[in-house]
């Protein structure tokens, strides 16, 4: 689970802005998440933190399972219209608090995150996702706008256009198994994006498009 990662890996370069905005985007990013990896410089740009720790609020929930003309239907239990919160009981807890006292949603997150960094510090990798939960994420999506493609970075650096960043790429929202190449020798997937010393492979990617990337890229 500490190895499962998530943000943006990039297939070719991406325009970046000034040093000055590039360095305190990186600085806002890495409030939100401490354990981000950057790099944007080079040939596959990437900015990712762990996956345990980087959303909003995660839940755990058992499959509701039935069985549809033989095959098996799983279903969340919780639709994701409904407001998010990270949970209070520990068997839908990803990691489970020792302090019992933490009452609000905020408090349990901060709790959850401080904790599963703590697991990725000492490359602990006893704890692993299981085939039948359904595990729920939400991340904070508050700095995008998605219909200008605009990302908010405060009063100080103000709002960028996406679209002038991504060089005709889209957004994401992806999840990675990250590995040494040294611990490759196991893994057959020919998909895998190698950048540095460690190998991606991608549990899950879904593009976000919007037009002002098409207008840039001609």
């Known amino acids: 689970m500490t190895e499962c990662v998530t943000g943006q890996i990039f297939n070719k370069p991406v325009r970046t802005p000034s040093p000055y905005i590039t360095n305190g985007a990186v600085k806002l990013v890495k409030f939100f998440a401490p354990r981000l990896q950057v790099n944007i410089n080079c040939l596959t740009p990437m900015a990712i933190s762990p996956l345990g720790s980087t959303p909003q609020s995660i839940q755990v929930d058992e499959c509701s399972q039935s069985v549809v003309e033989g095959r098996e239907k799983f279903r969340a239990i919780n639709t994701i219209i409904t407001d998010q919160n990270e949970p209070s009981a520990s068997s839908r807890q990803l990691i489970h608090h020792a302090n019992k006292s933490l009452k609000s949603s905020m408090a349990r997150a901060k709790g ?16 692993t996702f299981e085939a039948g939960k359904v595990y729920t994420f939400e991340f904070l999506q508050h700095l995008v706008n998605f219909d200008t493609f605009e ?27 990250q590995y040494h190449l040294e611990d490759s020798a196991g ?3 020919n998909t895998a994006t190698v950048i540095g010393d460690y190998m991606f492979e991608k549990l899950w990617c879904f593009d976000l498009w919007h037009e002002s990337l098409i207008d840039s890229y001609k």
């Not at 990725?120 to 704890?127: A, E, G, M």
């Not at 100080?156 to 002038?164: A, D, V, Y």
Request: glycine share 6%; proline share 2%; hydrophobic share 35%.
């Open 112 to 127: 959850r995150k401080k904790a599963f960094d703590k697991l990725c510090s000492i490359n602990d990798k006893t704890k």
């Open 151 to 177: 990302i908010n970075l405060g009063s100080i650096l103000g709002t960028i256009k996406l679209s002038q960043m991504m060089n005709g790429q889209p957004l994401n929202i992806m999840a990675a198994h």
């Open 187 to 189: 893994n057959s997937c």
